[in-house]
């Protein structure tokens, strides 16, 4: 007796009425990509997510769809996970201080208050 | 353009063998959508699918402009005698080598016939097949990876591409059933005709089976399929067409 | 789409075993999470932590490649184009959503062939709605837009949650996600709107799916120290009442607005209290189909094994043996 559904595709795969649960025995493990994606001309790329896929050329082809399917975008990139080389998370100290560093920001240079004090003066002497 | 009755007419029968094959196989391919063999690709054989549906619904509007009904009852409400799709896009899924090598000669067709009609006279086929182009190259650009690849892989895939190429084949033939209107539709310079189309399309998929290692059915010893552009179907079609059209049937008038 | 915020685990004890972990380590990851910070996978993380993310994350994307089967049941029976290309890209978008999320708990350690392998066992769960069947056409107008609306108001919350690779997942669902609910509202207004075939048809099927619809969120949360960790850690993000208030809230006037007649006469707004009143849903056929005996929880496996077992050539012909599982990056 197979499975009668009201999905005319599920009746007819004609699928045992008590299906077995025994796990599949194979694992196929594809690659791992991380899918990279511009979203117009002059724009960074940026991370959009991963994907299984069994080599780089078949990665870019899925990524269009799972992707770009549904956002405007005009290339993409793909890097396998497994080359993807990263800061440990342990070391996130040695970005600690850079926001610190006022010298390399323009905020850190005020001289209004020196302007005017000089213009002050400068009336004063006339 | 200053368009004939009887270029119309041509023109006529051109648009709805490639709108019901569109239709069909769109309709097909749909049957896979989270069935699919890879959670990736299950949705890019979805979303092409709906490509495919896009160009029939878009090829119906021109019908529509030319003096016939809206796509939704050309689409919903034809009788499988009135349908002009070949036999190739009525089969059922089958496999998934089945649905890709499908997939592969179809598209490959539709995309060399769509750069044709781009450069046609006829002004409304061609603003509709310079539209689709490049979702095309993508269906074929997917198309030849699959069928590389797996014939490539291992025995397994090997033997299922070379089977499945061996059943499709015949019935890709049946794409490019020749038509009454043939002369009419290259004279007019609407169209160079399924001949001409064909040729191509062997060149080209050669180019790929030949990188796939996969054997090419030798033409000459074949039987094309045809029938389907004059209104003979398989067995398939009418229960795909039932199928297709139980809910839009309880009631036609309906706006749903 | 997802299921209900609703964790299906029978809790043994309602101790949680982060006291066992590194108690420094433990505060400063606290302190992370209260300060609203994301944790990222290769942050240090209570195991418990891990073990419920794992079980959350991977219900959720079971429940959308399942929660593609109602509704994949009337893709090819769409009446129309508009109808039949919207439908597709819904349903594929679900495929893409569970793809999303099975990435997403694969950052926490568990490849994905083996959450898809505990699926089709019937180890791991996934939402209970779609143990229900789609019966007629007008079934998945309803699915559509009161159980996607169910499922945003769930991941609208868990976006604000405290794993990373889960908020942006869930981020990007929602943003694919509007056009659902907008598409099963427009579907729902045509058909009570329509012939009094159409309106019958949509009555039936609010009818129908109202049980289950109420099932949604879960029951009320026991109060427990498990329940609260699991607050304090954000990885449950609102209780289930509160959740089920703010769907009732939202979407019962709008339903009441087409005169559709829920099955529920004791559903009223109480003016005292503010809440909505209802009928306690039946808990124990909750139970009961979660648990393996509703109307279609053999097919979904069925059919979701028989999909794996179809395409094991294609993986296998392209797989590459020699080269490791490597986790994704975030």
């Known amino acids: 007796m197979s499975i009668k559904s009201i999905d005319p595709r599920v009746t007819r795969e004609s699928l045992p009425e008590q299906p077995d649960t025994n796990p599949m025995k194979e694992f196929n493990h594809w690659q791992t990509y991380e899918v990279f994606h511009q979203e117009k001309s002059g724009s960074h ?6 994907l299984h896929s069994p080599n780089s050329e078949m990665a870019l082809i899925l990524a269009k769809e799972q992707y770009a399917r549904r956002y405007k975008c005009v290339n993409m990139w793909v890097v396998k996970t497994a080359d993807v080389i990263t800061t440990k998370p342990e070391d996130e100290d040695i970005f600690e201080t850079a926001p610190e560093k006022i010298y390399r920001e323009a905020s850190g240079y005020k001289v209004m208050d020196r302007i005017n004090k000089f213009k002050d003066e400068q009336k004063i002497k006339k | 353009m200053n368009i004939s009755k009887s270029e119309i007419e041509a023109v006529k029968d051109l648009i709805y063998r490639m709108a019901d094959d569109e239709l069909i196989l769109g309709h097909r391919n749909s049957e896979w959508t989270g069935l699919g063999p890879i959670l990736e690709e299950d949705i890019a054989f979805s979303s092409m699918a709906q490509d495919k549906l896009g160009h029939a619904q878009a090829l119906y509007q021109i019908l529509n402009k030319l003096g016939d009904a809206d796509p939704d009852t050309l ?17 059922p899924i089958g496999e998934y080598d089945f649905s890709l090598m499908r997939h592969f000669l179809f598209d490959e067709a539709e995309a060399l016939r769509f750069e044709m009609l781009s450069k046609s006279s006829f002004e409304d086929l061609a603003n509709v097949a310079k539209k689709f182009r490049g979702e095309l190259k993508y269906h074929t650009m997917h198309a030849e990876i699959w069928i590389e690849q797996l014939a490539n892989g291992n025995e397994e895939s090997k033997a299922r591409m070379q ?58 010893t074949l039987t094309p399929v045809y029938g389907g552009r004059k209104g003979y179907h398989t067995e398939y079609l009418k229960p795909l067409l039932d199928e297709m059209t139980e809910v839009y049937c309880i009631d036609p008038e309906a706006e749903w | 789409m997802y299921g209900g915020g609703y964790i299906f685990e029978e809790t043994k004890n309602g101790k949680s075993n982060a006291i066992e972990e590194d108690s420094n380590k433990l505060k400063h990851f606290e302190a992370k999470i209260a300060a609203g ?41 769409a009446p129309g184009f508009r109808r039949k290309l919207a439908l597709m890209a819904k349903v594929q978008d679900e495929v893409g959503h569970a793809q999303l999320l099975y990435s997403a708990a694969e950052t926490l350690g568990k490849p994905r062939e083996q959450m898809i392998n505990d699926l089709i066992t019937g180890k791991s769960k996934y939402s209970n709605v779609f143990n229900y069947p789609a019966v007629t056409w007008a079934d998945t107008a309803v699915i559509a837009w009161l159980i996607d609306a169910g499922a945003i108001i769930n991941q609208v919350a868990n976006s604000k949650g405290s794993y990373g690779p889960y908020c942006r997942a869930l981020e990007r669902i929602c943003l694919e996600e509007s056009f659902h609910l907008k598409y ?59 959740m089920r208030q703010k769907f009732l809230d939202m979407y019962v006037p709008k339903i009441w607005d087409l005169k559709l007649i829920i099955p529920d006469e004791n559903l009223n707004k109480n003016e005292q209290t503010g809440k909505w009143d209802y009928t306690e849903p039946d808990w124990d056929e909750f139970k009961k189909v979660i648990n393996g005996d509703g109307p279609c929880n053999k097919e979904r496996l069925a059919i979701r094994r028989r999909s794996e077992e179809k395409g094991e050539w294609v993986r296998r012909a392209l797989m590459q043996p020699s080269e490791k599982y490597v986790m994704p990056l975030a």
């Open chain 2, 75 to 91: 689409a919903f409400g034809r009788k499988e005698k009135d349908m002009k799709c070949c036999h190739l896009v009525e089969y």
């Open chain 3, 184 to 242: 099963g509202h427009d579907n729902v207004v045509f058909l009570a709107t329509g012939t009094s075939k159409q309106r019958e048809m949509v009555q039936e099927a609010l009818t129908r799916w109202w049980p289950p619809i109420m099932h949604f969120f879960g029951p009320s949360d026991k109060i427990s120290v498990h329940t609260e960790t699991l607050m304090r850690w954000k990885v449950k993000m609102a209780s289930n009442d509160d």
């Open chain 1, 45 to 50: 790329h940026i991370h959009v997510g991963s």
């Open chain 2, 163 to 220: 089977s499945s190429l061996n059943e499709c084949f015949p019935l890709a033939l049946g794409i490019f059933e020749p038509s009454e209107f043939e002369d009419i539709l290259i004279s007019s310079n609407i169209f160079q005709g399924e001949k001409v189309l064909m040729e191509s399309w062997l060149l080209k998929i050669e180019e790929i089976l030949e990188k796939a290692n996969l054997k090419i059915p030798d033409v000459s």
């Open chain 3, 37 to 77: 910070d994301k944790i990222e996978p290769s942050d240090w993380m209570p195991a418990e932590y891990r073990k419920q993310l794992i079980r959350m994350i991977e219900q959720h994307a079971h429940s959308e490649i399942i929660g593609a089967l109602p509704e994949g049941t009337w893709i090819t029976r």
